[in-house]
């Protein structure tokens, strides 16, 4: 297992800044997902911690040791990426040992190494056919053995489950998942996904425009999000959104509703400016009869486990999770909702910041 610290990164690329002043820390064995829309910087960030990109300044520490202008071959580290990047002439055996052949590895541990991940990946029937033969899951598991096969203390791994489709992305998931509670080695995770996020970290780094927006558990990211990017990055459906005005009284007023905030616990001093946005989530969105406020059905949409009505306040559209799917609205029939105060979150208008 192996740690890593990364101090005051930056990275210009053609010119242009894409990792600003970034700090990070990633504690040994734990699995840590870089999390955030294209064009963030994740990627970048873990192709620097690879070697495979150019830092401009600052430091990247593994295990206590500068890893700065390091060759990747040398960082001790497994990589994954997005494409499986298999040799087509080559068997499965072939692909994932010949990294260790090229170094030199003994054959008896080559045969080791190669027979205790092909049978932690479930490859042992596949190892004597070629990549054209095997279907996409296959070839991504061969492409995460070559990497395991190292025995690296720190894996790295670049969306490599983007290219799958829905179902086999949620088994290589649980897969991976498994795999490392099993070997308990670093991993680091880049993914745009934030059920993979949600699902696969111990904590989250959600990033936007080259800087770390938040870091946290999944349930500290979620329930309360650093500021309106995460809050509304996070979730599907997304965070409702409502602008108004937080009084002195903890009252908040918008133009769909009122609502008794006074038990909020402010965690930092609004700015200058007036407007504050109430952020609720769908699910924490009640419909029933014993409900304070009400609207008319807009859209319902449903999900199989459960559906999400769109209600019509008046001034906007508010979602809501009903998970009870027997349950049938019509549209434009009007009914009564309440909102749990105790889950709702605040953000500054002008700053963007949780409060």
């Not at 997005?82 to 080559?110: C, H």
């Not at 991940?117 to 479930?122: I, N, P, T």
């Amino acid at each position: 297992m192996s740690s890593l610290h990364v101090k005051d990164l930056c990275i210009n690329l053609d010119g242009a800044c894409v990792i600003s002043h970034l700090d990070l820390q990633v504690f040994a064995g734990e699995f840590l997902v870089l999390l955030g829309p294209s064009g963030c910087g994740k990627s970048t960030l873990l192709h620097s911690i690879a070697g495979l990109v150019e830092v401009s300044s600052g430091t990247i520490d593994i295990d206590g040791r500068d890893m700065t202008r390091v060759e990747p071959s040398n960082r001790g580290i497994g990589m994954v990426f997005q494409s499986y990047a298999l040799y087509p002439t080559m068997s499965v055996e072939k692909n994932m040992s010949f990294a260790l052949r090229v170094n030199g590895t003994p054959k008896a541990d080559i045969a080791s190494r190669v027979r205790r991940v092909a049978e932690m990946l479930h490859l042992e029937p596949l190892l004597h056919r070629k990549p054209a033969q095997l279907s996409g899951g296959q070839r991504q598991r061969v492409a995460i053995g070559r990497a395991l096969v190292r025995d690296a203390g720190l894996f790295l791994f670049d969306e490599p489950l983007s290219n799958l489709d829905a179902a086999l992305r949620a088994e290589l998931r649980r897969e991976l998942k498994l795999l490392h509670r099993n070997l308990g080695v670093t991993m680091i995770y880049v993914t745009h996904d934030q059920v993979e996020a949600m699902t696969l970290a111990h904590r989250i780094v959600v990033m936007n425009g080259g800087e770390i927006q938040q870091i946290g558990t999944p349930g500290e990211v979620y329930a309360k999000p650093a500021n309106l990017f995460v809050a509304g990055f996070l979730g599907a459906p997304a965070m409702n959104f409502i602008s108004g005005e937080l009084g002195g009284n903890g009252v908040f007023n918008s133009a769909s509703f009122s609502l008794n905030l006074a038990d909020y616990v402010l965690s930092q001093i609004r700015s200058e400016s007036s407007v504050t946005v109430l952020g609720v989530r769908p699910e924490h969105v009640q419909i029933g009869p014993a409900g304070p406020f009400s609207g008319k059905v807009s859209l319902v949409e449903p999900m199989g486990n459960h559906q999400v009505v769109w209600i019509d306040t008046g001034s906007q559209l508010l979602g809501a999770m009903v998970h009870d799917t027997a349950v049938s609205f019509v549209i434009g029939d009007e009914l009564r909702y309440a909102i749990d105060t105790d889950r709702v979150s605040l953000f500054d208008h002008g700053t963007g910041q949780r409060i």
